[in-house]
C-alpha cells in the first residue's frame, strides 16, 4: 500500500534507504524481487522463446546423441511456458466479470504476443532510459469535447 500515497514524497522507491525501516527486511525483499523478477521476465521473453525454438530444431535435425537429456529439458520447458501463460490467463479472469469472461472467446490465444509486446515496451524503456531519464512515453488520447466528458456523480 506503500505506492499509493497522496503525497509525491512517499513513493515507494523514492528513499530506497527509508523503506525497509517500513516494509521490514522481509517485505523489502520479497518487494524487490517481485518488480525485479516482472522486469527480468519481461526482458528475457523474446531470449527463452528463440531457445525454445532453436532447441526444437536442434533435435528434429537429430543432433543430440540418443538417450540425451535435452527432449526431457525441452518438454519441462514448454510445460513451464504453457502453465505461465496458462496462471496469466487464470489470473486475469478472475478480475473479470461474467460477461467479459463470455465475450473474451477465442482471443486467448493472443497471450503469447502480448508477452512479446511487454518485452519489445521494457526493451524500448530500457534503451530510453540512459538519453531520457524523466520521460514518460504515454499512450496519445484524442481529446475529447466538454460535453462528452464523464462527469462527477
Not at 531470449?47 to 535435425?61: D, E, K, N, R, S
Not at 486475469?92 to 469472461?101: D, I, N, P, S, W
Not at 477465442?106 to 531519464?133: D, G, H, T
Request: aromatic content about 10%; proline content about 8%; overall charge positive.
Amino acid at each position: 500500500m506503500l505506492a499509493i500515497v497522496p503525497e509525491a514524497r512517499n513513493l515507494v522507491m523514492r528513499e530506497p534507504a527509508r523503506l525497509p525501516r517500513e516494509m521490514g527486511v522481509g517485505g523489502f525483499l520479497v518487494f524487490q524481487l517481485l518488480i525485479g523478477g516482472m522486469l527480468f521476465s519481461s526482458l528475457t521473453h523474446p531470449w527463452l522463446i528463440m531457445l525454445l525454438v532453436t532447441t526444437a530444431g536442434y533435435l528434429a535435425l537429430g543432433f543430440p546423441p540418443a538417450g540425451s537429456s535435452e527432449g526431457a529439458l525441452l518438454l519441462l520447458d514448454l510445460a513451464n511456458m504453457a502453465a505461465s501463460y496458462g496462471l496469466f490467463l487464470l489470473l486475469g479472469r478472475v478480475a473479470m466479470l461474467r460477461e467479459e469472461k463470455r465475450s473474451i472467446g477465442w482471443r486467448w490465444i493472443y497471450v503469447p504476443l502480448y508477452c512479446l509486446m511487454i518485452s519489445v515496451a521494457a526493451w524500448r524503456a530500457l534503451l530510453e532510459l540512459p538519453r531520457k531519464p524523466f520521460f514518460w512515453d504515454k499512450t496519445p488520447h484524442v481529446p475529447v469535447s466538454t460535453s462528452e466528458k464523464l462527469r462527477p456523480a
